[in-house]
Protein backbone atom coordinates (compact mmCIF):
# COMPACT_ATOMS: atom_id res chain seq x y z
CA UNK A 1 0.00 0.00 0.00
CA UNK A 2 1.48 3.50 -0.67
CA UNK A 3 1.81 5.73 1.86
CA UNK A 4 -0.72 8.85 0.83
CA UNK A 5 -3.53 5.84 0.79
CA UNK A 6 -2.04 4.62 4.15
CA UNK A 7 -2.27 7.62 5.39
CA UNK A 8 -5.65 8.38 4.18
CA UNK A 9 -7.03 4.77 5.50
CA UNK A 10 -5.33 5.76 9.32
CA UNK A 11 -7.28 9.19 9.33
CA UNK A 12 -10.34 7.76 8.37
CA UNK A 13 -10.11 4.60 11.40
CA UNK A 14 -8.91 7.67 13.49
CA UNK A 15 -12.24 9.51 13.23
CA UNK A 16 -14.23 6.28 13.73
CA UNK A 17 -12.57 5.40 16.90
CA UNK A 18 -12.90 8.98 18.35
CA UNK A 19 -16.62 9.30 17.34
CA UNK A 20 -16.76 6.18 19.54
CA UNK A 21 -15.01 7.25 22.24
CA UNK A 22 -17.93 8.50 24.65
CA UNK A 23 -21.43 6.79 25.62
CA UNK A 24 -23.78 7.25 23.10
CA UNK A 25 -26.67 9.93 21.66
CA UNK A 26 -28.62 11.34 25.19
CA UNK A 27 -26.73 8.86 27.86
CA UNK A 28 -28.24 9.93 31.01
CA UNK A 29 -28.18 7.18 32.80
CA UNK A 30 -29.71 8.26 35.90
CA UNK A 31 -30.70 11.49 35.24
CA UNK A 32 -34.60 11.76 36.50
CA UNK A 33 -36.70 12.14 33.53
CA UNK A 34 -38.57 14.63 35.00
CA UNK A 35 -35.81 16.94 34.90
CA UNK A 36 -34.52 18.19 31.35
CA UNK A 37 -30.51 17.27 31.10
CA UNK A 38 -28.15 20.42 29.74
CA UNK A 39 -27.53 19.07 25.98
CA UNK A 40 -23.44 19.71 25.36
CA UNK A 41 -22.62 19.25 21.59
CA UNK A 42 -18.43 18.67 21.64
CA UNK A 43 -16.70 19.04 18.14
CA UNK A 44 -13.47 17.43 17.99
CA UNK A 45 -10.54 18.16 15.46
CA UNK A 46 -7.36 16.55 15.34
CA UNK A 47 -5.11 18.40 12.85
CA UNK A 48 -1.64 18.69 11.91
CA UNK A 49 1.41 17.53 9.69
CA UNK A 50 1.75 14.59 10.39
CA UNK A 51 3.84 11.16 8.24
CA UNK A 52 2.36 7.67 8.53
CA UNK A 53 4.01 6.03 11.43
CA UNK A 54 2.91 9.41 13.58
CA UNK A 55 -0.78 9.25 12.99
CA UNK A 56 -0.42 5.21 13.49
CA UNK A 57 0.94 6.24 17.03
CA UNK A 58 -2.25 8.94 17.05
CA UNK A 59 -4.76 6.07 16.06
CA UNK A 60 -3.13 4.05 19.40
CA UNK A 61 -3.51 6.88 21.58
CA UNK A 62 -7.35 7.31 20.53
CA UNK A 63 -7.66 4.04 21.50
CA UNK A 64 -5.82 3.52 24.23
CA UNK A 65 -8.07 6.62 25.59
CA UNK A 66 -10.98 4.66 24.96
CA UNK A 67 -9.84 1.90 27.73
CA UNK A 68 -8.26 4.10 30.20
CA UNK A 69 -9.76 4.40 33.53
CA UNK A 70 -8.83 8.20 33.48
CA UNK A 71 -11.47 9.29 30.79
CA UNK A 72 -13.72 11.18 32.97
CA UNK A 73 -10.80 13.37 34.37
CA UNK A 74 -9.81 13.58 30.74
CA UNK A 75 -12.84 14.52 28.39
CA UNK A 76 -16.73 15.85 28.77
CA UNK A 77 -19.15 12.76 28.88
CA UNK A 78 -22.49 12.44 30.29
CA UNK A 79 -23.64 12.44 33.60
CA UNK A 80 -26.65 13.05 35.84
CA UNK A 81 -28.14 16.39 34.45
CA UNK A 82 -25.79 16.37 31.50
CA UNK A 83 -26.11 14.60 27.90
CA UNK A 84 -22.83 15.44 25.64
CA UNK A 85 -23.15 14.92 22.00
CA UNK A 86 -19.17 14.24 20.18
CA UNK A 87 -18.56 14.67 16.66
CA UNK A 88 -14.79 13.94 15.55
CA UNK A 89 -13.04 15.28 12.36
CA UNK A 90 -9.65 14.37 11.28
CA UNK A 91 -7.47 17.70 9.31
CA UNK A 92 -3.94 16.45 8.92
CA UNK A 93 -1.89 17.41 5.77
CA UNK A 94 0.73 15.17 3.90
CA UNK A 95 4.63 15.92 4.92
CA UNK A 96 5.43 15.53 1.28
CA UNK A 97 3.15 18.61 -0.11
CA UNK A 98 1.72 19.96 2.66
CA UNK A 99 -1.86 18.84 0.61
CA UNK A 100 -4.86 17.77 3.01
CA UNK A 101 -5.51 14.05 3.44
CA UNK A 102 -9.25 14.87 3.98
CA UNK A 103 -12.32 16.69 2.91
CA UNK A 104 -13.50 19.71 5.17
CA UNK A 105 -15.67 18.95 8.59
CA UNK A 106 -19.18 17.94 7.81
CA UNK A 107 -20.39 18.32 10.94
CA UNK A 108 -24.07 16.03 11.18
CA UNK A 109 -25.41 18.46 14.30
CA UNK A 110 -26.54 21.77 14.70
CA UNK A 111 -25.21 23.37 17.47
CA UNK A 112 -28.84 25.50 17.48
CA UNK A 113 -30.50 22.07 18.89
CA UNK A 114 -28.12 22.12 21.84
CA UNK A 115 -27.49 24.37 25.01
CA UNK A 116 -23.54 24.53 24.71
CA UNK A 117 -20.91 24.25 22.37
CA UNK A 118 -17.83 22.81 23.00
CA UNK A 119 -15.01 23.45 20.05
CA UNK A 120 -11.83 21.28 21.00
CA UNK A 121 -8.74 21.42 18.58
CA UNK A 122 -5.76 18.84 18.71
CA UNK A 123 -3.13 20.19 16.63
CA UNK A 124 0.11 17.66 16.13
CA UNK A 125 2.94 18.43 14.94
CA UNK A 126 5.31 15.22 14.64
CA UNK A 127 9.20 16.22 15.19
CA UNK A 128 11.75 14.95 12.21
CA UNK A 129 14.04 11.82 13.27
CA UNK A 130 17.69 12.14 13.49
CA UNK A 131 18.29 8.18 13.35
CA UNK A 132 16.01 5.53 12.41
CA UNK A 133 15.97 3.90 16.06
CA UNK A 134 14.77 7.08 17.63
CA UNK A 135 11.48 7.35 19.04
CA UNK A 136 8.75 8.97 17.79
CA UNK A 137 7.81 12.47 19.26
CA UNK A 138 5.31 14.75 18.96
CA UNK A 139 4.38 18.89 20.13
CA UNK A 140 0.30 18.88 20.83
CA UNK A 141 -1.24 22.34 21.18
CA UNK A 142 -4.80 21.91 22.64
CA UNK A 143 -7.66 24.66 22.54
CA UNK A 144 -10.75 24.59 23.77
CA UNK A 145 -14.14 27.17 23.33
CA UNK A 146 -16.85 26.33 25.00
CA UNK A 147 -19.91 29.13 24.41
CA UNK A 148 -23.53 28.88 25.50
CA UNK A 149 -25.59 28.48 22.31
CA UNK A 150 -28.57 31.22 23.06
CA UNK A 151 -26.20 33.85 23.80
CA UNK A 152 -22.82 33.56 22.26
CA UNK A 153 -21.60 36.06 24.36
CA UNK A 154 -21.07 33.82 27.29
CA UNK A 155 -17.71 31.72 26.60
CA UNK A 156 -14.59 30.74 28.26
CA UNK A 157 -11.50 29.78 26.25
CA UNK A 158 -8.91 27.63 27.45
CA UNK A 159 -5.27 26.48 25.84
CA UNK A 160 -1.74 24.54 26.67
CA UNK A 161 0.85 22.48 24.63
CA UNK A 162 2.27 19.59 25.79
CA UNK A 163 5.21 16.75 24.36
CA UNK A 164 4.46 13.28 23.89
CA UNK A 165 7.01 10.72 23.13
CA UNK A 166 6.32 7.53 21.26
CA UNK A 167 7.68 3.95 21.40
CA UNK A 168 11.13 3.67 19.95
CA UNK A 169 10.63 0.45 17.94
CA UNK A 170 11.51 0.56 14.34
CA UNK A 171 8.15 -1.58 13.92
CA UNK A 172 5.98 -1.25 16.90
CA UNK A 173 3.10 -3.66 18.12
CA UNK A 174 -0.11 -1.63 18.54
CA UNK A 175 -0.12 -3.15 22.38
CA UNK A 176 3.52 -1.13 22.76
CA UNK A 177 1.89 2.08 20.94
CA UNK A 178 -1.37 1.50 23.38
CA UNK A 179 0.93 0.94 26.29
CA UNK A 180 3.37 3.92 25.80
CA UNK A 181 -0.20 6.30 24.91
CA UNK A 182 -1.92 5.42 27.77
CA UNK A 183 1.05 6.08 30.50
CA UNK A 184 1.21 9.59 28.95
CA UNK A 185 -2.52 10.03 29.00
CA UNK A 186 -1.56 9.76 32.84
CA UNK A 187 1.18 11.60 33.68
CA UNK A 188 1.19 14.12 30.86
CA UNK A 189 -2.61 14.73 29.42
CA UNK A 190 -4.31 14.35 32.69
CA UNK A 191 -2.41 17.21 35.09
CA UNK A 192 -3.36 19.41 31.83
CA UNK A 193 -6.94 18.15 30.94
CA UNK A 194 -8.35 17.86 34.30
CA UNK A 195 -8.65 21.33 35.61
CA UNK A 196 -10.40 22.41 32.24
CA UNK A 197 -12.95 19.80 32.56
CA UNK A 198 -13.55 20.87 35.98
CA UNK A 199 -13.65 24.45 34.61
CA UNK A 200 -15.97 23.28 31.63
CA UNK A 201 -18.62 21.58 34.14
CA UNK A 202 -18.48 24.70 36.37
CA UNK A 203 -18.93 27.13 33.51
CA UNK A 204 -21.83 25.13 32.50
CA UNK A 205 -23.08 25.37 35.50
CA UNK A 206 -23.14 28.36 36.22
CA UNK A 207 -24.74 29.27 32.88
CA UNK A 208 -27.48 26.88 32.24
Known amino acids: MQRPILICVVAIALVACSCGRQGGKGDTTGSSPAIKPVRVLVRERNSGVVAADGLLFIMSYTLAMTKDQEKQATELTSETGLSVEPESHAEFRSPVDNKPLSSPANWKNDPKNFDFLLDWNMDWTEHSKTSMGQAL ?25 YDLKGTAQLVATTEQDEKAASEQIKTVIRPLREPVIKEIRSFIDANK
Open 137 to 161: QFTVKENWKLEKVSDPGRNKSWSYT
